[in-house]
């Protein structure tokens, strides 16, 4: 079909027909022609946010939540500048995005016109691929090729710059249309040879782990994880950006490694002779001090991105690939080697891991001073909440705490922000998780710095019918920089109290979320916690904030400090035992 249309009229006929449903963005001058034919459309609902960060980050959660392409949009400059955080969010998390931005009429570009930036330039690092329309004939093409990239290989950011004279002017609509993307290739299918060395590897070896990324969920493969796991018999760990890919109640699920990670999960990949990754990137926060990570292990790497195998640590065996495939690859290799009589034996590793997750488990202790302990409040909303809920998380200790304290059984049930750990991510893309799934309960757990960030978008959720219920864990500090000052800035707490020596709340979160159209509540006790949940579980149509207030001196534990190695992780409870690799083998983990 072919009709005369502007260009912007064109940009949403398109996104229609690549069944874009949702937009999140602002109007401004350079993106405005766009706004007119959106103010028509039956099929593409947008949501006016209130600051284009909350607009990508809006995408970014309704992308992890759903599966599909996230859309943003914004004007030039100013605009598409603010989008700059959520997109590199993005990119670092490997989301598929598309943002769309307004730029100066094409004449004016690059004469410092009102309003211009070059967004294409400065995105160049932190996108997949961008785009700069040249002619408004090549809309259609550009965005269909722009959700193509965003959501094929591995998902990614995709920029889409359309000049202001591009929307205005008339041009022909033709759909479908056909993309031109002749370099662009993703591998799919991995190589055969090295799938079954991978399956002999694994057979072969005494203390094997699978090491499981965010891949793993991007690739849709929880399922096929599973029965891997399952068929080979072999550990699992899941990193924060693959929670809930594998459930966490499995017998076989060792828990999260990394710098506040679970002394199990952590000393079975220190320990480990095979490490099988698979959608995982070695990231710093996994490895500690690179040289000494895992130092005993043989390297089997999968990845559908071949610049990320080897790039941290060398793979002895890289296969390159979708991981779903690869995982049902190996499933196949794996039954191969067992009927041909050679099966794993891995007695002596279980009995290991099982000992060293029986003396560590995770857990807290109350605050001397009474005051309510934060780990209390995420436990009991993970449990009253239970293992259908989508929990999304900030950026700091109550993410950490969120990632420990609730138990992930089920995909796609966890949102954060893990590789560029942005603050101010939870409530936005909480908004985004909610629009796109509806019918799920959807909680942000926030902290009071992250809040203050960007909670004006409850306006947006309050106006448009987005019933996110926010837990703001408020210990009246930037909790995670607090922690680091007391262990290792000798308690100089240099501009991390938010209150200033203020006893009095400021700002009022109930009050706050009151005047943002929302339902506030508090909470300070622990005898009042499940009630205070429960009663704002019971609120269905309207934002629910809950001000957990808690005590300051709360802690993350284990940790790995920065830069060191994973054999130092420490144990700071003062119930637990110091760690000790050994405990393991002495320790009936039945």
């Known amino acids: 079909m072919t009709e005369r249309v502007t260009g912007a009229q064109a940009m949403v006929r398109a996104l229609e027909e690549l069944d874009a449903q949702v937009v999140f963005g602002i109007p401004g001058g350079a993106i405005l022609p766009a706004y007119d034919p959106i103010f028509d459309s039956k099929r593409l609902r947008h949501i006016l946010v209130r600051h284009e960060q909350g607009a990508g980050h809006a995408a970014t959660g309704y992308a992890q939540a759903t599966g599909r392409v996230g859309v943003c949009m914004a004007t030039s400059g100013p605009g598409a500048t603010n989008l700059v955080t959520p997109i590199a969010d993005a990119y670092m998390d490997s989301v598929p995005l598309v943002a769309i931005t307004g730029q100066v009429p094409s004449a004016a570009i690059g004469t410092d016109a009102f309003q211009e930036a070059d967004i294409c330039g400065i995105t160049m690092p932190i996108t997949k691929h961008n785009f700069l329309v040249q002619n408004p004939a090549d809309i259609p093409r550009i965005l269909t090729e722009a959700f193509h990239i965003a959501s094929t290989g591995r998902p990614g950011p995709v920029l889409v710059d359309i000049p202001k004279d591009a929307l205005q002017a008339q041009t022909d609509f033709t759909w479908p249309v056909e993309m031109q993307l002749p370099g662009y290739r993703p591998a799919a299918k991995p190589h055969g040879k090295q799938v079954r060395e991978a399956a002999r590897l694994m057979v072969d070896a005494k203390r094997p782990v699978l090491y499981v990324g965010g891949g793993v969920l991007k690739a849709h493969a929880a ?101 779903r495939e690869v995982i049902a690859d190996l499933i196949i290799a794996i039954e191969a080697e067992h009927e041909a009589g050679r099966q794993g034996d891995y007695a002596a590793w279980w009995k290991q891991c099982n000992g060293w997750k029986k003396t560590y488990p995770l857990g807290y202790d109350e605050h001397e001073d009474g005051t309510l302990v934060p780990q209390y409040v995420i436990d009991r909303l993970g449990k009253i909440c239970g293992p259908d809920t989508v929990i999304v998380a900030g950026v700091g200790q109550h993410q950490m705490w969120a990632s420990q304290f609730i138990s992930y059984e089920k995909p796609y049930t966890w949102i954060n922000s893990g590789g560029l750990g942005t603050m101010g991510f939870a409530v936005p893309a909480a908004m985004g998780a909610k629009v796109g799934r509806p019918d799920a309960l959807v909680w942000a757990v926030d902290g009071d710095g992250c809040f203050q960030m960007t909670n004006q978008e409850l306006t947006t959720c309050a106006i448009e019918g987005i019933p996110i219920k926010v837990a703001v864990i408020n210990n009246g500090s930037l909790g995670m920089v607090r922690q680091w000052q007391t262990l290792f800035y000798e308690g100089r707490y240099s501009n991390t109290d938010l209150k200033a020596g203020r006893s009095q709340y400021l700002p009022d979160f109930v009050m706050l979320a009151e005047a943002m159209g929302c339902v506030g509540l508090r909470c300070d006790a622990a005898d009042d916690v499940d009630a205070t949940i429960e009663k704002a579980m019971a609120v269905d149509d309207a934002p629910v904030v809950v001000d957990f207030v808690v005590g300051k001196d709360a802690m993350v534990w284990p940790m790995v400090a920065a830069g060191t190695s994973n054999d130092d992780i420490k144990i700071a409870r003062e119930t637990a035992p110091d760690f000790d690799y050994e405990m393991g083998e002495v320790v009936d983990g039945e």
């Open 223 to 323: 399922e096929e994880l599973r029965r891997l796991a399952e068929v080979s018999g072999i550990p699992v760990v899941t990193t924060l950006m693959a929670r809930g890919a594998f459930p966490d109640s499995h017998p076989q699920h060792m828990g999260m490694p990394g710098m506040h990670g679970s002394v199990g999960a952590v000393a079975a990949l220190q320990r480990s002779d095979l490490l099988v990754a698979l959608g995982a990137r070695f990231d710093d926060r996994v490895t500690g001090k690179l040289s000494s990570f895992a130092p005993g292990a043989t390297v089997v790497h999968a990845d559908i991105d071949p610049a990320e195998i080897s790039k941290n640590r060398t793979a002895d065996v890289p296969i390159v690939g979708d991981v």
